[in-house]
């Protein structure tokens, strides 16, 4: 690697703490040993289901809470060690999040343009000679929304698709490098899916924007980045070439997740008798992969494995 | 055919009273749904699909309104049945897994007091009766009995889902109505549940009405599907005329939304 990696995440960990009434605390390994690096102007996806700390991993990363041990660069500076109020915002302003609903990471009693302003303004993102009128027009445009229809608008007046385009401009207005967009099309119709994951790679692509994308859908995982990194338990368990992952995963985990994706073109077995087979494996599968402690190790170019 | 249809609906109109006048959310939309069919429909939020869902039990409520057609079960005319018969009629004839059906359970009451709820309503039967037999349907959907004596909080959503599931099943429906049974839900677990829903369906024999946005799901599983936007249903066709040879441009754009492992990179 000649040019120094935009994130960098080295051996990071992250233990909750459940404390019972009765009987001993609980700790719950949300990050185990996670570490991976993502240039600038590439998108790297989290995938695995609920609880596998993909989620936690993106919320580490934006600095949201404090991470036991292990470090996190954001261009080679540890973002722990910011203790200025200006390099805490230069770092906020440079990682910014995208969250999965739409219909809830917006204040219902403001406008889009208050959505977009207060950040402009905190940030001092109008550049000069503009007003701060051109700086919202051109924050809209950027994310492919009507800017005159759409500043005067409430949350509620906007579809859920078009919300999340004010999260990603929102995003962009105060100059944002890297995008964390966590599940941003889960809660999405079908339809309108696509049109959020090409806005994204065009952002990614024209502009440069580095992508972590969470998601546990491989397909659109596949569409957006580079490479992938599977997880489970808090573990990363398989990290390769999106395009290889999904053609030819490797650990039993990434295998189960890729089967389970939808596929119209076969039909799933509907005999009762195996109707509950796909449940034990998946259980099999899960149990096996949460015992195994087994380190990263590398299995060919740029993919590594827990064994 | 005809007289293998147990459900039948013909020019079916739902409106909306709104303050700017009635809303036609559901458009003169005829479907039928054969005895131990699978019909998906499918559509984008607001296309009136769960209207449709609601309007079949007559669960609908005020500013809605069936203006239009009619709903034909079993050979019974559903719009027909006065309050007491249509109590009746729900759940036993047809039951209804909700959308967000991990939300669907009562919080307050334990697994076992939502089937006894349904079951002594129904049937009048004892406790000890209700008892056994949502034991019998705890096993039939792969969950330990004794999670009964649990409340909704303590299963985890699978689980919950197979509840809710089983609890549609409780009176031996001849259609089930599945509005979004698996959207909240990951795809290693929605995967177990689609298989739960079809091996019940196998054994049981069963009629559904399966509504969902994602047609690679429903092309899975259902034996035939409506496309619907806007209120109508633009294209109905057997499952696999639907995945290789869809006639309408809306189909065709449904397919095209979303990425597959097909998709070349880098396309936009």
Redo the contacts between chains.
Sequence with gaps: MSTPAFLTLDQVHKTYTLKTMFGAAKHIHALRDISFSLQKGEALALVGESGSGKSTCGRAVAGMFQIDSGEIRVEGKPIATAHSSQEKRENARKVQMVFQDPFASLNPTHTVRHHLERPLKLHKRVPEGQTLEDALFRTLADVELDPAATLDKFPHELSGGQRQRINLARALAVGAELIIADEPTSMLDVSIRRSILNLMKRLKEERGITFLYITHDLATAHYLTENTAVMFGGRIVEFGPSDQIVRAPQHDYSKLLLSSVPNARTKIDADFEHARDFSKFADQVRQATAASAAPLASIGEGRMMRG | MSEDRFLDVKGLEVDYMTLDGPFRAVKTVDLHINKGEVLGLAG??GCGKSTIAYALMRLHRPPAFISGGSITVDGEDVLAFDDETLNQWRWSKVSLVFQSAMNALNPVLTIFEQFRDVYHRHTGKSTAEARARAEELMRLV?IDPIRLDDYPHQLS?GMRQRVVLANALILEPQLIIMDEPTTAL???????I???I??????FGFSILFIT?????M???ADRIAIMLEGEIVEVNETQEI?TNPQHDYTK??W??????D?A?GV?
Excluded: I
């Design positions: 984008e939020s792969g959503g990951d795809v290693v677990v929605q995967r177990e689609l298989q739960e079809a091996g019940l369906q196998q054994k946005h994602d047609l690679a799901l092309a899975q599983f995945v754009k449904l095209d939304a979303m990425p597959s492992f998709d990179k936009a």
